[in-house]
């Protein structure tokens, strides 16, 4: 273990964050002011203070804490059963019931110590005598017996009750008995059973990312309630971890889950998942900064500039006009919360954050803040905040003339995530998401009853974002409610029924077979690897990126489960679906995106009809909704939303467009959603292939916010070629030729420019009369060097990556691309 430590120092000093722990140890004096000082933090972080609360702009939050507060008392009142702490909430069996007692009791102490409730509430003596007798109660007779807990969900044991319990015992840590703290520490450690002594364990799957943090800032506070300092500086190192930028190459505790250099998110070892972990761990982690401010345990200020790279490079691309965008919040996509919730939160935190940082970092942050105010179609209250604290933050910075609204993100920015096979791609007036999946990455998440019929949203589906839009009319959970998911835009997908977990193994939430070799419980991991997060078998999935254009080349193939259920790995009784088969590209361009597909069918000797669809779109029943067609176009427009796209067909069979008026309950895509019918119509534009049919290849542009004048006389980029080997454009008005090839060997362009590309990678060449620049990736991530050679006069470098060799040769230029450990990323160069 002493070597992985030392491996692990090693990784945070080359980072430069491992001086954000002092390194010489507080005295005592020093340690016990600290304590004190982390817990006067954590008080006035979540009740507020006198000042703060004294503010109009506090005064919604406050309403609703003394409301919830008083709520519970009066469920503690009406409780009756042997078994029950609050009425109706029965103990004993339930991790989520246990779950939601506690939470209840800190609600209940929160209000207690927060200034501007009522007298009668705040600073009660019996109303935090009731949340201790609970405390007591709770742990004398179904916590603290470590031989019947820990039944149900991990999490709820790691994780989520000691934070209820921690923060319950810091709100009351000046009446709480010590023997009290004493054994709720010691039960909490028990119970990091995924850990180590009772302890983070850094090799555990489940101590990483979100997770990790939140656990480690639960033990910061258990060190703050007992003046450990050990305690408090292990934590922090540990959750110091979750700042270095993860290396796929060279990992560290073999944990893939974190940031990464591109700015993708990943948890659960495959999930692209910034939506919602990302969010997570964002907001814990500058939390835990606000909580240490001052105390002389960490600098926090070392770890200001991380943390605003994940602002400006992770987050910002993915929130459009105020939205948090579906291709990354795995199995949340089902929640009925909206994506303008998801942003709020990550308003709060930036909000934190730019209090903690200085100069044209505090600024620009406080800028974005603005930006997202003035451009959210939905109106961001500030009660769901955490903190009065922040609450008060926003007030201000909104107040300061001084500060402007400005984005983060140019106008026009095209974004690889490459290590989460993710693009985002924005231009004014509109943003479009790609989700696709790879050996690296999985096709989807479900767990939990989450999710519900996911089998097809990492399979090149596709989201677009409309400026003006309120986008819980065009996405959201609604948009997976009423949409087929044999039909999300974007997907290839056989027509079959397959079944939810649930229908498939007798209701349960899960396939159980712990008898079986591989394990099969709630939380093992031959769960997550067929179950809950599969991941594809091919390797090809990603792009380039050449200034704010881009190029994306994906191959469509089985998952992990249909490849071992054939190999005889799986039970007979668990059930697979086998992929259709596509080789796809998408060229990122200014008002349109081009997407071409060959090789486009079954699987061979499936026997199934396939259906591609090449957009889908929902709005409300009511909104005036068109369908407009002609040769070679279709064009969409919601007159009531202001919105429309239109579809130039460019090459192949001619798609089916259909406009069907839907009603389904959100109960379909998450058992814990209530039983609300939503009617949505829903538009889609689909090519339809009968069973047997031979593979086809069709090519479709994009014309986002396109009127029908615009759509009828579109003339954009031109197709060059579009084969299951190699698929290219070339845009005359950009002087842009991009291109995807996808096996090996050599891949002619015979086109001027002429181009030939060496195996597999992704190409944008863009010429103007003085020079020409280049951008160059491995979508498969596995390869040492990329060989392009220009045909035409000899060039000559003028400036670009290192990484990029350039050459003379016969008839050309040629280029030499060191990708290797490169993860996707595009190198670029300029040439004279």
Not at 159 to 183: F, M, N, Y
Not at 577 to 593: M, V
């Amino acid at each position: 273990m002493e070597i992985t430590r030392r491996r692990l120092l090693s990784a945070l000093g080359a980072a430069g964050i491992l001086a954000a722990v002092p390194v010489e140890w507080a005295s005592a004096a020093e340690a016990a002011d600290g304590a004190a000082r982390l817990i006067a933090n954590t008080v006035d972080i979540f009740a507020g203070t006198a000042g703060s609360n004294s503010r109009t702009e506090t005064a919604a939050k406050l309403a609703a804490v003394e409301r919830t507060a008083r709520a519970n008392l009066a469920s503690m009142d009406a409780a009756t059963g042997e078994d029950e702490l609050f009425a109706g909430v029965p103990l004993g069996t339930s991790d989520p019931n246990l779950n939601t007692s506690y939470q209840r009791l800190y609600e209940i102490a929160l209000a207690t110590r927060t200034p501007g409730i009522s007298p009668d509430l705040y600073g009660s003596s019996a109303a935090q005598d009731r949340v201790l007798d609970g405390l007591a109660r709770l742990h004398a007779h179904y916590y603290g017996d470590q031989s019947t807990g820990y039944y149900g969900n991990w999490f709820y044991w790691e994780i989520g009750l000691s934070q209820h319990i921690s923060k319950t015992l810091v709100l009351l840590a000046d009446r709480t008995p010590a023997e009290l703290v004493t054994a709720y520490i010691a039960s909490m450690d028990a119970y990091l059973r995924n850990g180590k002594d009772g302890d983070v364990d850094l090799d555990s799957r489940f101590h990483t990312g979100a997770n990790l943090a939140d656990i480690t800032t639960n033990r910061i506070l258990q060190g703050a309630l007992t003046t450990d300092e050990a305690r408090i500086r292990k934590a922090l190192t540990d959750q110091l971890t979750v700042f270095a930028t993860i290396d796929p190459y060279t990992l560290n505790h073999g944990v893939t889950d974190g940031y990464y250099a591109d700015g993708s998110f990943i948890q659960h070892a495959s999930v692209a998942y910034t939506g919602s972990y990302g969010k997570g761990l964002l907001s814990r982690v500058v939390q835990t900064l606000k909580l240490l401010d001052g105390t002389g345990f960490a600098h926090g200020g070392e770890l200001v500039p991380t943390v605003h790279g994940w602002v400006r490079d992770g987050f910002a691309p993915l929130i459009f006009e105020g939205w948090m965008m579906e291709a990354v919040k795995g199995r949340a996509v089902s929640r009925t919360g909206t994506g303008y919730a998801d942003v709020a939160t990550i308003v709060e935190a930036v909000v934190d954050l730019a209090s903690l940082a200085d100069g044209d970092t505090a600024t620009a942050l406080k800028s974005y803040v603005k930006h997202l105010r003035a451009t959210s179609r939905a109106a961001l209250d500030p009660a769901v905040f955490v903190s009065p604290l922040s609450i008060v933050r926003y007030a201000d910075l909104l107040a300061d003339a001084s500060v402007p609204a400005a984005d983060l993100n140019p106008a026009a920015r095209s974004v690889a995530f490459n290590a989460m096979d993710r693009t985002v791609h924005r231009r004014p007036g509109y943003a479009f998401a790609l989700a696709r999946s790879s050996r690296r990455i999985s096709k989807y998440e479900y767990m939990s009853g989450e999710n519900l019929m996911p089998w097809f949203q990492g399979d090149g589906a596709h989201y677009l974002y409309l400026s003006g839009q309120d986008q819980t009319q065009a996405y959201g959970v609604d948009y997976f409610t009423a949409v087929s998911p044999y039909g999300l835009a974007g997907v290839t997908a056989p027509v079959e029924h397959r079944g939810t977990v649930p229908e498939l193994y007798a209701g349960k939430l899960f396939y159980d077979n712990p008898g079986h070799p591989l394990n099969f419980t709630a939380s093992s991991e031959s769960q997550n690897t067929y179950v809950y997060f599969p991941t594809a078998t091919q390797d090809h999935s990603g792009g380039a990126v050449l200034g704010a254009y881009g190029a994306v080349g994906w191959v469509l193939s089985d998952d992990v489960p249909w490849r071992d259920k054939r190999a005889g790995v799986l039970p007979d009784d668990f059930v697979v679906y086998r992929s259709a088969r596509a080789t796809k590209s998408w060229f990122l361009l200014d008002d349109e995106i081009v997407v071409l597909a060959a090789g486009v069918g079954d699987a061979p000797g499936a026997g199934r009809a396939v259906t591609t669809t090449l957009d889908a779109r929902i709005a409300a029943a009511t909104d005036q909704v068109t369908v407009s067609e002609g040769r070679g176009w279709v064009r969409y427009a919601n007159a009531t939303q202001g919105t429309a796209v239109g579809y130039a067909l460019l090459a192949g069979p001619a798609p089916k467009p259909r406009l069907d008026t839907v009603t389904r309950s959100r109960r379909v895509v998450r058992t814990a959603n209530p039983d609300t019918a939503v009617t949505r119509q829903v538009f889609s534009l689909s090519v339809e292939q009968p069973a047997r049919s031979p593979l086809t290849s069709f090519a479709y542009a994009l014309l986002p916010n396109a009127s029908e004048s615009a759509v009828r006389r579109h003339r954009g980029a031109e197709i060059l070629t579009n084969t299951p080997r190699l698929q290219a454009v070339r845009h005359h008005g950009l002087g842009l030729t991009a291109a995807n090839t996808f096996a090996p060997g050599s891949h002619h362009i015979h086109h001027i420019p002429g181009l030939t590309i060496e195996g597999p990678a992704s190409v944008l060449v863009r010429g103007d009369k003085k020079n020409v620049t280049v951008a160059v990736a491995d979508p498969t991530t596995a390869r040492d060097t990329v060989t392009v050679v220009l045909r035409g006069r000899a060039l000559r470098k003028v400036s670009g990556d290192d990484a990029v060799r350039v050459t003379r040769v016969p008839g050309g230029t040629r280029l030499d691309v060191r990708t290797r450990h490169a993860y996707g990323r595009s190198f670029t160069v300029t040439l004279r």
